[in-house]
């Protein structure tokens, strides 16, 4: 173990003789636990899942000298470990970790010990409400095209630990944090931040509203006077939060002039006074992408980028899937693919990109907040709202007053219905403002099955 590896935490974790605790598998829990051991490190991994895949998993950590649990926790087993790390998407209130609170052992996201053995790799750190994943995917794809060996990391792309066990190392890293990673990333320090915007969300994991955006502020904990952060001026929570942060501070603006700006005038991105892009050259639907692009403008030009290879950037690059994606049109109806909206601030910025009347799907999993907020947003263009899964009752409830809302009773009805409902020229928009977990593994099966069904059309 050396200090390039990851310095003091690992070996104060080594010299301990106790074990590292590993919460929930999937392809984090699994690159956090290879790349403990590759450290030298005694491991302890569990999870409550079970089956072939699982069992595929435990053999590989096996393997790599680790104990591995499936179908539950050693509690007592956590207790004595020297502290956790846990995967991401692992629900902050489950056992092993109030177990590991209650022990007083520190807890950490996968991303954060990745970051600690990744020393000397320059890390984006990319959080907000929406606009993470094409942001954090704009940059990428805007670093490599100009050049630069660069990749994704964390929510997309490959987990950051098993970017820390590879030989073949990036220059950059895009790098997409949630908040409940920030939560628990105690040593993480991007060589830039950026943070798109700020919303309510999760209020079914947060007590207040307040709780949410302080984890999304942990982005900045451990800013000093070197430190360069990307911020959205036209978001008053975001310009708050960022006001006193120490270090340089550069802001992107569609509304107003700023570092990044969008000239309405002459419909082009800007950075200061000079031209990158045509509007109409940014292969991206709506305002939001617009916004992305141009906090992606800020980080590349950091990065060393040129406006000109920055703008090659943009023209090569394609929707990310499950965002306001276009699956094709069928009788004169668009129909999106807008999946991984799973809350009402997404579904108003995808609803805001659509310049024709459309058709409403929503419903899934609901995340706490009122969707009457959506009403004034939907009355002038949209035919209609299919609502559907759990959340379908208490969105014909809140939408219902105001709005023509159909209800269904399966995934498969809710394109059925709003078949039935659309007309030439309108789009079929599926941007639940829910999460997908009522029916889904995941937003992106949910996109999946969404866009399969279109095909099938």
Known sequence: MTAAAGGSLFDRWGASGKEVAVVGLGKSGVSATLLLRSLGLPVYASDTGAGPMFDAWADTLRLAGGVVQLGGHDLERIARSVAVVVAPGVPPDVPPLDTARRAGLDIHAEVDIGFVALKGTRCIGITGTNG?????????????????????AGN???????????????DWLALELSSF???????????????????????DRYTTLGQYYGDKALLFRNADPASYWVTNADDTAVEEMTRSVPGTRVRFSIERRADAWYDRASRRLMLGDAPVLPRAELPLLGDHNVANALATVLVASRAGCSTARIAEGFRTFRAIPHRVEPVREVDGVLWINDSKSTNITSTEVA????DRRFVLLMGGRHKGEPYTRLAPRLQDRCRAVVAYGE????IVKDLGPSLNVVPADSFANVLAVARELAQPGDAVLLSPACSSYDMFRNYEERGERFRAAVEAL
């Open 181 to 203: 990673q920030l939560h628990d990333a105690p040593n993480l320090k991007p060589s830039i931040g950026v943070l798109t915007n700020l919303a309510p969300n999760h209020l």
């Open 132 to 152: 993470k994943t094409t942001t954090t995917s704009l940059i990428a794809h805007v670093l490599v095209s100009a050049g630069v060996r660069a990749e994704t």
């Open 156 to 170: 997309i792309g490959r987990p950051l630990c098993e970017v820390a066990r590879s030989s073949n190392r990036p």
């Open 351 to 354: 609803v805001a990109a659509l």
């Open 391 to 394: 959340a379908g009752p208490l």
